[in-house]
Every structure is written in structure tokens, then in C-alpha cells.
T-cell receptor, first 116, second 111 residues
């Protein structure tokens, strides 16, 4: 069974600081990788996803993530955060190459607070 | 797309009562998923439907839990004889391919 580890549970940054949130997964085969974000009072939204190809993927709102297969990692980055990025961020994984219909396995989430 | 909708958004019940939640997926999404999220944790998979067929159930889904998707459109999740440990956010997601889209959730509080 797959598992996901997010090492940073709470992160506090000042506006314009750079962000990197760690995500490591455990699974022996091909994977699909996701980052979801939950803004205060809102539902989970897809931030970005990786299925195959270029390991550097770009998502909405200036976020990007890099898949490093040798490290089983899919870290989320943003060069300059804004106050509106305050939210909880979840990394998730499903087995790949199956055409869908797979459960997501989530990490425990990282609560990001951006201060003005 | 109008998005995944869930009803009710909040439910308070007494221990031992039955509750039922409804999920309406994005139209034309043939796959529907239920997850449960407790404080400080990521969502945990409960069950999955492809059209009307329930294809996978988690060990988390005890006998008190039952889910249906009778016509391959909306789904219901019923919890019988609720316990305080059932208090959580119940999330529904739908997909047509590998990407799942989530609804706002139903927050259940069992007193």
C-alpha cells in the first residue's frame, strides 16, 4: 500500500518569502502525484498534478512541483508567497497507468500561514 | 461544470442515531469517491463507485456504514447507530479520468 509523508506540519512565512513544502511517498510502482490546497472555509482544490513527462510541473497561482523519482519526492515550491496563499496544503498519490479509478492517499497536510 | 455538491453541509446528531449524507458529482463524471477527514489529518479513503457499481471499500468502512449510487448519478452515505468517533468531515469527490474533484464536505458532530 502507498503512503505519503509531509514533514512540515506548520509553516509561517512573511510575504515575498520563498516556499518549499516537502512530500515523500512510498510506493513500488508508477505513481500519479497531486497537490491539493484548502483555503480557509473552502473545499479542497487541485493545485497541480504529475502523471508523466517533464518532472517539473506548474500549477495555478505560481506554484510548481518537482518529481524526483530517485528520492520518491514531489516537493511544492513558490518563489514568492502572498498573504492569500495562507491555506492547508495536501500532497496525495495514486497508482499510475491505470486510467483512473484509484483512491487518493493523502499526507497529513501542511498548514501555511503567510504574514504581512 | 457546476462542481461537486454535498448535502447537508453540517449535521449534529446524538449517539445512536442514523444519518445520511448526499453527494451530487460533476455531471458526466462516472467515478465517485467518499473520504473522511478528521482534525489534523488528510482525507482517508472510504469507498469508490464506478457508475452504480461499488468497486472498493476501505477497512475503515465498518458494517455501520453503507453507501449507494443507485442510478450512477448521486450517491448517499449512511451511518447507522452513530458513535462519537464518527465525528469528522465527510468528503465526496468525482472524476472522469485520474483527477478527482472534491465537494465542500459534510461536517458531522456526534454528541
Amino acid at each position: 500500500a502507498q503512503s505519503v509523508s509531509q514533514h512540515n506540519h506548520h509553516v509561517i512565512l512573511s510575504e515575498a518569502a520563498s516556499l518549499e513544502l516537502g512530500c515523500n511517498y512510498s510506493y513500488g510502482g508508477t505513481v500519479n502525484l497531486f497537490w491539493y490546497v484548502q483555503y480557509p472555509g473552502q473545499h479542497l482544490q487541485l493545485l497541480l498534478k504529475y502523471f508523466s513527462g517533464d518532472p517539473l510541473v506548474k500549477g495555478i497561482k505560481g506554484f510548481e512541483a518537482e518529481f524526483i523519482k530517485s528520492k520518491f519526492s514531489f516537493n511544492l515550491r513558490k518563489p514568492s508567497v502572498q498573504w492569500s496563499d495562507t491555506a492547508e496544503y495536501f500532497c496525495a498519490v495514486t497508482p499510475g497507468l491505470t486510467g483512473g479509478g484509484n483512491k487518493l492517499t493523502f499526507g497529513t497536510g501542511t498548514q501555511l500561514k503567510v504574514e504581512l | 461544470d457546476t462542481g461537486v455538491s454535498q448535502d447537508p453541509r453540517h449535521k449534529i446528531t446524538k449517539r445512536g442515531q442514523n444519518v445520511t449524507f448526499r453527494c451530487d458529482p460533476i455531471s458526466e463524471h462516472n467515478r465517485l469517491y467518499w473520504y473522511r477527514q478528521t482534525l489534523g489529518q488528510g482525507p482517508e479513503f472510504l469507498t469508490y463507485f464506478q457508475n452504480e457499481a461499488q468497486l472498493e471499500k476501505s477497512r475503515l468502512l465498518s458494517d455501520r456504514f453503507s453507501a449507494e449510487r443507485p442510478k450512477g448519478s448521486f450517491s448517499t452515505l449512511e451511518i447507522q447507530r452513530t458513535e462519537q468517533g464518527d465525528s469528522a468531515m465527510y468528503l465526496c469527490a468525482s472524476s472522469r479520468t485520474e483527477t478527482q474533484y472534491f465537494g465542500p464536505g459534510t461536517r458531522l458532530l456526534v454528541l
